[in-house]
Structures are given as structure tokens and as C-alpha cells.
């Protein structure tokens, strides 16, 4: 929106499809709609929570200048209005007609409900937790699937919380359904809002294709912390990631990364030496969410490994930091690492992500394609860390190659030619 169309009296609210994420130090990340990322600091959700419904701009800046007291937030906090105007994520109420993305998008949550094992199971959680008389806090509510299942599991009342445009959707599911007196809508974001009564029970789903990027772990530990009693019940209460070798078709590999077998092919195909390419890419493996149905045609090099396993009411730090040692079939080639996850919501209701089991789902998988093709040999191992929100280490997964001896001894392999690597990894 130009600059010349505002005045005071302009009124703006968040855009359909912005979603926010914390970096390492705590700012709050917003994605824009225009593809840019804004950092809102460490105070962002605050500054959202003020136009998730239309305000004008006067009465955000006469809001801000009222809680001043002595702080300097002010001029940083204009500042950051000021980009989410120029990156689109801040826009005129009038605009809401326009095609709507990310978790505004009705057909998002339509993707959700067809997956109707996703969506069964959690209703069922509810129905086994889910005492009479329990409060129950729904965070993420979306379309209000699980506030209703909550409800109709006997729940004395539920709390839907809900950020994005869709929850004007979830409160006419609600009226259509008749749970007005039943379930509540609250907008904004979990983190920001208050609850009139503690919860008995938490439902939260929003588990992200990597597993942790809609910020389960953050979200959880807040919700514990303030709007949940003590001995409350979460589902899900229990994540674990699950890590399994890959073999990528090579046409699929190379399309996801860069690396030293790409270096090579060009420069005999094009006499050109592209080094500097390779050295401005990201040097270790890169995350690719990828369709389950494209997924379960690509063969994995070895079994599933358990690589992490995170008890969401015990633990006290948004912080992950694990590994372990894939199970590679012998001498097979592997060129990425796909990570799925169990989701324990209650009782022995079990949500696994496994493309080659359900190769039907509405999470895609994080695949991590690796720079290039490896073998691993009879007396080589090969492990992975994941990490998550540790101080001095980028998010993600990386991968260590070597040979029972301890020398870094598992190459990748050579690829002159751009051919295609042979080889033979097992079914699942």
C-alpha cells in the first residue's frame, strides 16, 4: 500500500496467511504474504495482537504512546508497523476478498479434514480425556473440528483459540452446530490471550511438516505455564522423530541442493568453473516438505531410527538437541534423511507420519536432501543431529559420515558425469 495512502485514520489488519516463528534469540519472525521476512523483536506478538481485528493507525499510535511509561519501545515498534504495511502483511479491511493463503486459506483446513486418520484419531484422544466438567483449551482451532469433538466428549465448556482470518469460519461452525453456549472463539495468538478459568485439557495441533516449526514446544510450555492447571491433560503429551535414509531419484536430488558432483558436471559440460556457486549455497543438507504420496515411491537405503522423543508436560526449554546413528542397508547409497514423527495423544491413540505405511496425508514430510550422493560401506556409520533452538547451532539437521576406525571415511561418491548412482536399496 503506498505510503501516500495512509492517514491516521486508515484502518489495517493482518493479512490472510501470515505466519510468525522465534529465532534463537527470541524475536518474533514474521512471513510476510510478499515472500520477506520481517523481525518484529523480541516484543512482535504484541504488535500483532493489535490488528487482528481492523484498527486505524491513529488509535494503534495513540496506543503505543499510552504504554509508553518511560519505555523506549516506541520508534522500534512504529518501525516495525511500518514494514509489515510495505511487505503486505499489514492491509486495508477491504482487501479481505482477495484469494486468501497459509492458515486463512479454507481450503487448507479442507486438505486436513479429507485426512480423515489425522483428524479420527485426535477426535478420538478427546473422547478418552475428556472428563465431565473439564475445561478445554483448543489451540489452533482452525475450522473447530476438535472444539466440537471436545464438546461433544462432555466438556463443561472449551476455549478455541485461533489467529488467523479462518477463526470468522470457526465461529459460524459453531453457530451451525449450536455450541454458541458450549465453545467460546478466541482470536489472536495463544501466547498473547488470557483465559477466564484454568484448562484440564489441552488440544493442540500444531505439529508442522518439520515437525516443530509451527512451534509446538513454545506454545505448549507457555500454555502450561499460564492457562492450564497443574495435573492438566495435553494431546498430544508426546512426540518422538523418527529418522530413516533415503535414495533419492537423481533427476529429484539434484533439482533440491547443491554439491560437489553438480560443481563437476558443469564444468564439463560447460567449461566453466561454478565454485563460487557452491560455496554461497548452504553447506549441509537442505529441508524439502515433501508430499507423502510423492514420497512413498522413492525407496528408503534402511530402516526408521528413533531419533528423539519429547514429553511435551515434562519439558521445561524449547530446546532440541539429539542424534543417532541410521540403520543404512549394506553398501547402500543414500542422498537424504527423512524425519516423521509419532504423535502419543492419549491412552494408546498413536498419530505416526509414515509415507511408506499411509501414503496418504496432509503433512508432508521433511525431507533433508544432502549435497551429494554417499555411499555407505559394511564398516561405515552415519549419523544425525537434530537440532532446535541451541544456542550456537542453526535449526535443522546435519549429518556426519565415517568409518568404524573414527576416520572421516565415507566419501561422496563421484559423479563426473552426471549418470545416474546405481544401486539397490531394500523395500520398506
Known sequence: MPDADLSPGTRLQLAPGVRTRLDAAGHVLIDAPDGTIVDAGPNGFATLSMFVRPLSLGVAIEHLENDRNGSTNFVPTMSVINMLIEEGALV????????????????????????????????????????????????????????????????????????????????????????????????????????????????????????????????????????????ARLIPHTLDLVARPLLLPNTEARQRTIGRRAIERWRQLYDIEFQPLLDAAFPGPVNNPTEAEVLAAWPPAGSPVSLATVELARLQRPTIDASAELAVAPSASINAVAITF?????????????????????????????????????????????????????????????????????????????APVTSSPPEP
Open 342 to 418: 509419532r504423535a502419543h495423544l492419549h491412552g494408546s491413540t498413536v498419530h505416526t507420519l509414515d509415507p511408506w505405511t499411509w501414503p496418504s496425508s496432509s503433512w508432508a514430510t521433511s525431507v533433508w536432501v544432502l549435497p551429494d550422493t554417499m555411499r555407505v560401506g559394511p564398516r561405515d556409520s552415519l549419523r544425525v543431529r537434530y537440532s532446535r533452538r541451541v544456542p550456537g547451532r542453526a535449526d535443522g539437521l546435519t549429518c556426519h559420515a565415517s568409518s568404524v576406525s573414527g576416520d572421516d571415511a565415507v566419501a561422496p561418491l563421484p559423479h563426473a558425469t552426471g
Open 92 to 231: 486495508p479491511p477491504d482487501l479481505d476478498r482477495v484469494p486468501t493463503r497459509g492458515w486463512a486459506d479454507p481450503v487448507e483446513h479442507a486438505r486436513m479434514l479429507h485426512d480423515d486418520r489425522r483428524t479420527n484419531d485426535y477426535i478420538a484422544a478427546l473422547r478418552d480425556a475428556v472428563r465431565p466438567e473439564d475445561i478445554v483449551l483448543d489451540i489452533g482451532t482452525g475450522s473447530g473440528v476438535l472444539a466440537i469433538a471436545a464438546a461433544r466428549a462432555g466438556a463443561r465448556h472449551v476455549y478455541a483459540v485461533e489467529a488467523s482470518d479462518i477463526a470468522d469460519v470457526a465461529e459460524r461452525v459453531f453457530a451451525a452446530n449450536r455450541m454458541q453456549e458450549r465453545v467460546t472463539l478466541i482470536r489472536g495468538w495463544s501466547r498473547e490471550i488470557e483465559l477466564p478459568e484454568p484448562a484440564d485439557v489441552l488440544v493442540a495441533e500444531v505439529i508442522g511438516n518439520e515437525p516443530f516449526e509451527e512451534e509446538i514446544l513454545e506454545t505448549t510450555l507457555d500454555a502450561r505455564r499460564r492457562l492450564l492447571k497443574p495435573d
